[in-house]
């Protein structure tokens, strides 16, 4: 970087100095849970036919004012993404993989005919909010500053058809791992009942309907003590898809005991997981194989009992990499390994993790630095559609 780079503060930085936040502030940071406490401002950025996108603002969070005839409230045109900022070694701030959530929100909004956000815009609302609120950002390893952009349809009108204006209100909190900072292994159980998605539909979409369809299957899973529930597709229920928060991958043991990773593959009816995407990258470059291969729940069950299925692990942006201990199949329960988390499992974590925090170098350009002088030099070309 040029000093004169160097010297330049980030664009989105903000014109007068962040405020300190309110008292107690730095308890809220040390354990902050999961999105339990908002940073009290919001940004926001509107789409109307006609005169297109605004600009992002940066708002006092309140309530949304809205008409009891909002399309977006009876047919469903909701997207969101879950995405965040972490504190690096140094103290400078910087987004994971803005962009590429940016780029995941478009491919969202076009699946439900919603309006298109540029990706540079949605990459620039969400360092201008995050440099507004940098000092909510905590410092702790695995801790981040949690971004809920939430992109809905506004125009009051009860006739079905796609809406001619959208508001996309960008939320922030600080966080904990939402499954927990301790990373217990989960149990989770196969949904034998219900289906969450088909081929066709929305099932890839960051959509508010495909969480809406997972709730009730979720939720008895939860009350017959399982953390969350395993969607298997929706035509033969047989090949294991996700969870209803995270996606899967699976460690199997050649003869030798070499591990080689296995994650479903994104065939239209899974959620696109950046988190998946990373591990395949990092993966790679820890020299362990790793592939998206259909995976039945029948072979699950067999490799378990055998010992070939050595790890299985979720991982989601909100949960970042957990464990599975413990495996309902329908007929029985399984314990997978000795039930506690598996080496693999936790070398992708920390792999991941150190990225995010920067203690390792980011040779795939995932991070980008919105506070501190590396700001300005970083936002060249990021997030712009070619
Ligand atoms: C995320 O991992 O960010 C998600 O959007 C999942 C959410 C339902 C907690």
């Given at each position: 970087m040029s000093d004169t780079a160097a010297s330049m503060p980030a664009?989105?930085?903000?014109?007068s100095p962040a405020p300190l936040g309110p008292p107690g502030l730095d308890r809220i940071l040390q354990d902050p849970g999961?999105?339990?406490?908002?940073?009290?401002r919001v940004a926001v950025v509107e789409w109307e036919a006609g005169s297109g996108w605004s600009e992002p603002r940066i708002e006092p969070y309140g309530a949304l004012s809205m008409d009891p005839a909002t399309l977006g409230l009876h047919y469903g045109q909701a997207v969101f993404e879950g995405m965040k900022a972490f504190r690096g070694a140094d103290g400078t701030v910087s987004l994971f993989r803005a962009a590429d959530h940016g780029r995941r929100l478009a491919r969202s909004a076009a699946r439900l005919a919603m309006a298109e956000m540029p990706v540079e815009l949605f990459t620039r609302a969400c360092a201008e909010l995050v440099a507004a609120d940098a000092?909510?950002?905590?410092?702790?390893?695995?801790q981040s500053l949690y971004i809920r952009p939430l992109l809905l349809a506004t125009e009051a009108e009860m006739g079905l058809r796609p809406s001619r204006g959208y508001r996309c209100v960008f939320l922030a909190y600080p966080a904990d791992p939402c499954f927990g900072s301790d990373f217990r292994p989960l149990a989770v159980t196969a949904?034998?009942?219900?289906?969450?998605a088909v081929r066709g539909?929305?099932?890839?979409?960051?959509?508010?309907g495909n969480y809406a369809a997972s709730l009730l299957t979720r939720t008895e899973a939860q009350a017959a003590g399982y953390d969350e529930a395993l969607w298997l597709d929706?035509?033969?229920?047989r090949w294991v898809e996700e969870l209803s928060t995270m996606n899967v991958f699976f460690v199997w043991h050649d003869a030798d005991g070499r591990p080689r990773l296995a994650t479903p593959p994104?065939?239209?009816?899974i959620v696109r997981g950046l988190t998946r995407d990373s591990l395949l990258t990092l993966a790679a470059g820890l020299g362990l194989p790793a592939v998206e291969e259909p995976t039945a729940l029948d072979a699950v069950r067999d490799g378990i009992r055998s010992g070939g299925l050595a790890e299985m692990f979720a991982c989601g942006t909100a949960g970042v990499v957990v464990g599975v201990g413990r495996l309902g199949t329908g007929d029985a329960d399984l314990i997978i390994g000795d039930g506690k988390e598996g080496p693999v499992t936790e070398r992708l974590r920390s792999a991941l993790l150190d990225v995010q925090h920067a203690r390792t170098p980011d040779t795939h350009g995932w991070l980008l630095p919105?506070?501190?002088?590396a700001g300005t030099a970083a936002i060249e070309g990021e997030g712009r559609d070619a």
């Open positions: 664009p989105w930085a903000p014109a999961f999105c339990r406490h908002s940073t009290g000092h909510w950002v905590p410092g702790g390893y695995g949904a034998t009942e219900t289906v969450r539909g929305t099932g890839e979409a960051k959509c508010a929706g035509l033969e229920r994104c065939d239209g009816t919105v506070t501190g002088n």
